[in-house]
């Protein structure tokens, strides 16, 4: 039985891939969608802004960052502006040399405006959007001294009212790469990551914490079975939290990341117990996926790559279905990739692009594709 297929769209003008939790493409509301920033081929933080029209089923170039960046967060806020906050620009460096700027772009009128200077320069960290409108960012990392990375704790929320940042509650573990969700009862759930834990070492978690809005405080939650970063987790329609797959070790050098440990396990997050159980396998181990939400209810998994050196992008994708907790597999990409952005649109089809499909010639840095292609879920329609 199929679950849906694919096709390919225009590509995109620039080749780029985004690596970090929070950055990546984000559904406006008119429909389009917009990527800001990311890296090349080497990882330099690019400035380019890219816009998808679904109705043309094509990109194009919008107006530009003020400066490149990459592994920053960008969150649609309720008015629809686009916040921009953090990130790096350069090359990738050890240690991350962080800013400490945030930019908002208005969609009606495309010029992007000062947005508050953060309280951290961070970079790698995670942005959650609030009931009430304002935007949590959470951990990060950024240099100690030239020499020594540094992981944070440290939190705090942007308020679109008055366009200031202000501190909030540290978190209780230092955290970058994670994942950050708001859950059906108001509170964020903070997911893995890893912490620093030497010059271009970092170990994955399996901790996981609340942050509660209305107290501006965290409290630990149910841990992990797996220490996990650059998996996926997703809100599932009962409330209940699925990640899947992801590296339990990280290494960074100058020009590349070195994955040792991938994994193919799943586990769901029950906020009434604050526990984690193991659910269904993937069919093989996947970092730098993605994992979109179809209106259906079930979920579908795209690309990723395997540990240790990543070297081609997957084609396979697969459907989660929540209520059997089952995986069934889908329609394969046109083009493998990870590190690439998936995105679900308005009328319930999946936009996936660019991202690594290839190992660089000469071994250093990552081939990128600018590939492009749409996902129409089976009996979806138009």
Not at 148 to 164: K, L, Q, R, S, V
Request: aromatic content about 8%; overall charge negative; glycine content about 14%.
């Amino acid at each position: 039985m199929s679950t849906g297929s694919w096709a390919p769209t225009g590509p995109l003008p620039t080749a780029l891939q985004w690596q970090g939790s929070a950055e990546g493409g984000v559904l406006l509301a008119d429909g389009r969608v917009l990527v800001v920033g990311g890296g090349d081929a080497r990882y330099l933080a690019m400035a380019d802004c890219l816009l998808f029209d679904p109705t043309t089923v094509s990109w194009a170039s919008a107006t530009p960052l003020p400066e490149g960046r990459s592994l920053h967060s960008t969150t649609v806020l309720d008015n629809g502006t686009v916040l921009v906050a953090g990130g790096s620009t350069g090359p990738q460096r050890y240690p991350a040399l962080p800013l400490e700027t945030a930019v908002q772009l208005s969609p009606d009128t495309g010029i992007w405006s000062p947005a508050g200077t953060l309280v951290k320069p961070r970079v790698g960290h995670s942005a959650t959007r609030l009931p009430d409108g304002r935007v949590l960012v959470a951990g990060g990392w950024g240099a100690r001294n030239p020499q020594t990375g540094e992981t944070f704790a440290a939190a705090e929320i942007y308020n679109p009212a008055d366009n200031t940042w202000t501190a909030t509650g540290d978190m209780v573990d230092t955290r970058s790469g994670h994942q950050a969700l708001l859950l059906t009862n108001g509170k964020v759930l903070v997911i893995g990551g890893t912490t620093d834990i030497g010059r271009g070492q970092y170990a994955g978690l399996a901790f996981c914490e609340l942050f509660d809005p209305a107290t501006g405080t965290w409290t630990p939650t149910g841990s992990l079975a797996n220490p996990r970063w650059n998996n996926t987790a997703t809100v599932l329609p009962d409330g209940s939290v699925l990640v899947t797959g992801g590296g339990g070790f990280q290494a960074m050098f100058a020009d590349w990341v070195v994955a040792p440990h991938g994994d193919w396990t799943a586990e769901r997050y029950d906020p009434a117990t604050g526990r984690w159980a193991r659910d269904s396998d993937l069919s093989a181990p996947r970092v730098w996926h993605q994992a979109v939400a179809l209106k259906s209810g079930k979920l579908l998994v795209t690309g990723g790559g395997a540990p240790p050196m990543l070297n081609a992008g997957f084609h396979s994708t697969a459907v989660y279905d929540p209520n059997a907790r089952a995986w069934s597999p889908a329609s394969g990409m046109g083009t493998g990739r990870w590190a690439h952005l998936a995105v679900g649109l308005a009328d319930g089809r999946v936009l996936v692009a660019g991202g690594s499909d290839q190992p660089a010639a000469g071994g250093v840095g990552y081939h990128l594709t600018t590939s492009s292609e749409i996902f129409t879920p089976a009996g979806a329609g138009r």
